[in-house]
T-cell receptor, first 114, second 110 residues
Framework: EPEVTQTPSHQVTQMGQEVILRCVPI?????FYWYRQILGQKVEFLVS????????KSEIFDDQFSVERPDGSNFTLKIRSTKLEDSAMYFC????????????FGNGTRLTVT | DAKTTQPPSMDCAEGRAANLPCNHS???????VYWYRQIHSQGPQYIIH???NNETNEMASLIITEDRKSSTLILPHATLRDTAVYYC???????????FGQGTELSVKP
């Protein structure tokens, strides 16, 4: 069964550094998402992306965050200058061609900012 | 998107059916009910979704009341591997993001 893959599984970075989290969505999917989950808290929506542009973003997704689909297969989340509070699990998700197609999630990247 | 209410935790004996309830009394006509689960800190896993008819797949059944104000996810023969947090989410028919609540922490016990 096709799946969403995320790399790396764990990333450690120092405060103030830039980090790029990578995702390969399911190949025929058209909608892409990033979520995060701080340890012990809810899964939180960050951003959705469709047709090469952001379709919706949350208050969390400020100017420090950006997303890109640099080629036909990858979907990336960049954090420009990481803060301690950015430490979390980051999940990528994708969904198919209809609006109500379910989202399928990857297993996440654990980001630790020291 | 309509808000959902779920019990914070439930227990189930291994091999028995697990029935997880969800209230969504403010659901509107074009909103679907989705169920996901999260095992440990893995990514949320899609289980099933429906609009108004009952649905069944290889993982579970979804029973939606006639007035659509509540639903029940049924795992017919729970195993220890079904121990997870289960999320009931209401989502607009035209799609978009999922909003996760706190979910129900299901513990399947031997």
């Amino acid at each position: 069964e096709p799946e969403v893959t995320q790399t790396p599984s764990h990333q450690v970075t120092q405060m103030g550094q830039e980090v790029i989290l990578r995702c390969v969505p399911i190949s025929n999917h058209l909608y892409f998402y990033w979520y995060r989950q701080i340890l012990g808290q809810k899964v939180e929506f960050l951003v959705s992306f469709y047709n090469n542009e952001i379709s919706e973003k949350s208050e969390i997704f400020d100017d420090q965050f950006s997303v890109e689909r640099p080629d036909g297969s990858n979907f990336t989340l960049k954090i420009r200058s990481t803060k301690l509070e950015d430490s979390a699990m980051y999940f990528c998700a994708s969904s198919g061609g209809t609006g109500r197609s379910p989202l399928h999630f990857g297993n996440g990247t654990r980001l630790t900012v020291t | 998107d309509a808000k959902t209410t779920q019990p914070p935790s439930m227990d189930c004996a291994e091999g028995r059916a697990a029935n997880l309830p969800c209230n969504h009394s403010t659901i509107s006509g074009n909103e679907y009910v989705y169920w996901y689960r999260q095992i440990h800190s893995q990514g949320p896993q899609y289980i099933i979704h429906g609009l108004k008819n009952n649905e069944t797949n290889e993982m579970a059944s979804l029973i939606i009341t006639e007035d659509r104000k509540s639903s029940t996810l049924i795992l017919p023969h729970a195993t220890l591997r079904d121990t997870a947090v289960y999320y009931c989410i209401v989502r607009k028919g035209q799609g978009g993001k999922l909003i996760f609540g706190q979910g129900t922490e299901l513990s399947v016990k031997p």
